[in-house]
């Protein structure tokens, strides 16, 4: 059967992630796989590259499904659109190769996290960004996040509850910036652990207050109990935003940034 692959975007806030959970909770999977099974006139089963929590957005999620009845790429997008609310939206579609699988063949996953940094909170972006009233020292936050680039047990900022049967994950890059009053995290690694993106930002939030000194991170990195660390961050501002894959499967490449940040000229 063709296999399609898709690139999705949503807005998490009305959503309990992306997982299905059955259909009476709102969820990104459960609306897509709706949309996608009408214009594919047969019942499918999605598969994505990462599963986000409740409230967190992507900007570029990647979906793949297979299905016995061939559509054009535009059907995958406009067609499906049309069934969707307008908090999800499917911003390409092709098909590709069998060998391909959205979580499988990724070789990186890449999340920014949004941190409005002011005394006074944001009217206009709450849920879009994470407000901190705290002024935060965004060189130190960079500083402490060095020490946990490469092949690390990441269990000090691991969710109690996580599924994973391994700690270690290879962070890749991590940085972190100042544009004004907003603060950008920007993480990636070739896969990550259930919140770890939001318990590595609690931490980096204590460290940019001046709560814990820079070198805090790599002594919670080596303590390996999640016990000893900060408090998970708010979902809020976080975006799923690439995912990387051979190019051989000639999916799009590169950082796709929330619209409005893309104005802002963010990069």
């Known amino acids: 059967m063709p296999r399609i692959a898709l690139i999705v975007a949503y807005n998490g806030q009305q959503y309990h992630g992306w997982q299905y959970q059955g259909e009476t909770l709102p969820t990104v999977q459960r609306d897509l796989m709706r949309a996608v099974a009408t214009v594919a006139d047969t019942d499918i089963t999605l598969y ?87 002024q935060l020292d965004e060189h130190n936050m960079h500083e402490a996040a060095q020490v946990l680039l490469g092949e690390n047990d ?48 609690g931490a980096l939030l204590d460290v940019g207050a001046g709560i814990r000194p820079v070198d805090w991170m790599a002594e919670l990195l080596q303590l390996r109990d999640r016990n000893r660390g900060s408090v998970t961050a708010s979902p809020e501002g976080l975006y799923l935003a690439d995912v990387l894959y051979p190019e051989e499967f000639g999916l799009p490449q590169g950082l796709r940034l929330p619209h409005f940040f893309q104005v802002a000229g963010l990069q």
């Open 48 to 134: 994505c590259a990462g599963r986000t929590d409740t409230g967190v957005h992507a900007s570029k999620q990647v979906v793949h499904f297979d299905t016995p009845n061939a559509r054009p790429d535009k059907a995958w997008t406009m067609g499906v659109n049309a069934h969707l609310p307008d908090a999800v939206s499917v911003e390409w579609a092709a098909e590709v190769s069998a060998g391909f699988d959205a979580r499988r063949t990724a070789t990186a996953r890449r999340y920014l996290y949004f941190i409005h940094n002011s005394r006074i909170r944001s009217a206009l972006m709450a849920g879009y960004v994470t407000h901190e009233h705290r």
């Open 154 to 201: 990441f269990s000090s900022f691991r969710a109690a509850n996580c599924q994973s049967q391994s700690p270690m994950r290879n962070l890749m890059s991590v940085t972190v910036s100042r544009r004004q009053d907003l603060v950008l995290v920007d993480v990636m690694a070739n896969a990550f652990l259930h919140h770890m993106v939001r318990n590595i930002v």
